[in-house]
């Protein structure tokens, strides 16, 4: 069986180093809030080419982390319309109205599965304050068009980079740095995951960055001064540690994810199936590669019979989850025909190339 991901393989190869990584942070005393999280979060920004970034416990609070700091900040008042994509996975919708914002759902551009700057354009009315951009499936939204839109009406403009680690344009600017602020996930399926949950803040907002900081501990910056009603959200010292001896492998497992896309999409010939479209630049790192067919169901039981995992994302949108039932009567035809469509089949820089080849023939055979 060739698995969707399997993450006992992704993390084989930094056993070692995790081990030794484990060690001398036990021996340290020190678990929350130490070296090890400094230096992550340091070398993350520089990754990033951020002038910030903060730990946070995942990637949900990232995004619910900046909201409080933008309503702290006096940026954005609660009831403050959020523009956002409507296919995306629940938690960005959730990071919106959990900090008692209104989010406003876009469709996306069928071509891309990106938020359609268009529609946004559309959209904008006297309540929006912000626009909530998700690199979906690990390809950066048409950010220049989003940041000339921003600029223009004084917008937030947001990134949910939950699952485009590494994704970059043509100037050479990564996620998480191409907007006032961007969440990531270190879950641990992503292309940089922890061995738990985990997740980061991205900032060069020196205002947001010294507000985030506290309010992702407690409302404090010194110990037992509460300056702000804050919460708990923090990156564990051992999740650091494992993510910092990871990171050193990003760039070049993107690269991996990148080619086998690039190989799945010339080898992969099947008038049933639409394929993803992909400039060949670094502006995708292939978090998920996702096919679109008519007969999703059919063919997700056929690769399985086969000996092949595959997964939707997602299967229902946002507007029509139970969570959602004020929203359940509205209509998004992109999106729900997505919805529907959408099948990921394996990709991520441990398959190995007999598995390739099984995944491209058992499709072309379909
Ligand atoms: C697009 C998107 N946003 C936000 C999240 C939330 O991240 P986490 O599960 O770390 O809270 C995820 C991942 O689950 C995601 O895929």
Same mark, same amino acid.
């Given at each position: 069986?060739?698995?969707?991901?399997?993450?006992?393989?992704?993390?084989?190869?930094?056993?070692?180093?995790?081990?030794?990584?484990?060690?001398?942070?036990?021996?340290?005393?020190?678990?929350?809030?130490?070296?090890?999280?400094?230096?992550?979060?340091?070398?993350?920004?520089?990754?990033?080419?951020?002038?910030?970034?903060?730990?946070?416990?995942?990637?949900? /609070?990232? $995004?619910?982390? @900046?909201? =409080?700091?933008?309503?702290?900040? %006096?940026?954005?008042?609660?009831?403050?319309?959020? &523009?956002?994509?409507?296919?995306?996975?629940?938690?960005?919708?959730?990071?919106?109205?959990?900090?008692?914002?209104?989010?406003?759902?876009?469709?996306?551009?069928?071509?891309?599965?990106?938020?359609?700057?268009?529609?946004?354009?559309?959209?904008?009315?006297?309540?929006?304050?912000?626009?909530?951009?998700?690199?979906?499936?690990?390809?950066?939204?048409?950010?220049?068009?989003?940041?000339?839109?921003?600029?223009?009406?004084?917008?937030?403009?947001?990134?949910?980079?939950?699952?485009?680690?590494?994704?970059?344009?043509?100037?050479?600017?990564?996620?998480?740095?191409?907007?006032?602020?961007?969440?990531?996930?270190?879950?641990?399926?992503?292309?940089?995951?922890?061995?738990?949950?985990?997740?980061?803040?991205?900032?060069?907002? /020196?205002? $947001?960055?010294? @507000?985030? =900081?506290?309010?992702?501990?407690? %409302?404090?910056?010194?110990?037992?001064?509460?300056? &702000?009603?804050?919460?708990?959200?923090?990156?564990?010292?051992?999740?650091?540690?494992?993510?910092?001896?990871?990171?050193?492998?990003?760039?070049?497992?993107?690269?991996?994810?990148?080619?086998?896309?690039?190989?799945?999409?010339?080898?992969?010939?099947?008038?049933?199936?639409?394929?993803?479209?992909?400039?060949?630049?670094?502006?995708?790192?292939?978090?998920?590669?996702?096919?679109?067919?008519?007969?999703?169901?059919?063919?997700?039981?056929?690769?399985?019979?086969?000996?092949?995992?595959?997964?939707?994302?997602?299967?229902?949108?946002?507007?029509?989850?139970?969570?959602?039932?004020?929203?359940?009567?509205?209509?998004?035809?992109?999106?729900?025909?997505?919805?529907?469509?959408?099948?990921?089949?394996?990709?991520?820089?441990?398959?190995?190339?007999?598995? @390739?080849? =099984?995944?491209?023939?058992?499709?072309?055979?379909?």
């Amino acid at each position: 069986m060739i698995k969707f991901n399997d993450l006992k393989k992704v993390n084989q190869p930094f056993e070692i180093e995790f081990k030794k990584s484990f060690n001398s942070f036990l021996q340290s005393g020190w678990y929350i809030k130490g070296k090890q999280t400094s230096n992550f979060e340091k070398d993350f920004a520089a990754y990033c080419g951020t002038q910030y970034c903060l730990g946070v416990g995942n990637g949900l /609070d990232a $995004l619910k982390i @900046i909201f =409080k700091g933008y309503l702290a900040l %006096g940026r954005l008042q609660i009831g403050d319309e959020i &523009l956002v994509p409507a296919n995306t996975y629940i938690a960005t919708i959730l990071a919106i109205t959990e900090t008692g914002l209104s989010p406003i759902l876009i469709e996306p551009d069928s071509a891309t599965f990106n938020i359609n700057p268009a529609l946004v354009q559309q959209h904008i009315s006297p309540k929006t304050k912000g626009i909530l951009a998700v690199h979906l499936y690990g390809q950066l939204a048409n950010m220049e068009t989003l940041q000339q839109m921003a600029k223009e009406h004084k917008l937030l403009l947001l990134e949910d980079a939950a699952q485009a680690h590494g994704a970059m344009n043509n100037s050479g600017q990564k996620a998480g740095n191409l907007s006032n602020a961007a969440g990531f996930s270190f879950y641990p399926s992503k292309n940089l995951g922890a061995l738990g949950d985990g997740g980061a803040i991205t900032t060069n907002d /020196d205002k $947001l960055y010294q @507000i985030i =900081k506290k309010i992702a501990n407690y %409302g404090s910056e010194k110990k037992d001064v509460n300056t &702000l009603k804050g919460i708990n959200s923090r990156l564990d010292e051992i999740q650091a540690a494992f993510l910092s001896v990871k990171l050193k492998s990003l760039e070049g497992d993107n690269d991996k994810r990148r080619a086998i896309a690039a190989h799945y999409l010339t080898s992969i010939k099947n008038p049933k199936l639409l394929l993803p479209k992909f400039s060949g630049g670094k502006d995708h790192v292939f978090h998920i590669f996702t096919i679109l067919t008519e007969e999703r169901d059919n063919l997700k039981k056929y690769l399985l019979d086969n000996g092949i995992e595959s997964m939707i994302h997602y299967p229902t949108p946002p507007h029509k989850q139970q969570a959602f039932q004020e929203w359940n009567t509205l209509n998004f035809p992109i999106t729900e025909q997505i919805h529907k469509q959408t099948l990921s089949i394996p990709l991520n820089p441990i398959l190995e190339t007999f598995e @390739i080849e =099984k995944i491209i023939n058992t499709l072309n055979r379909y």
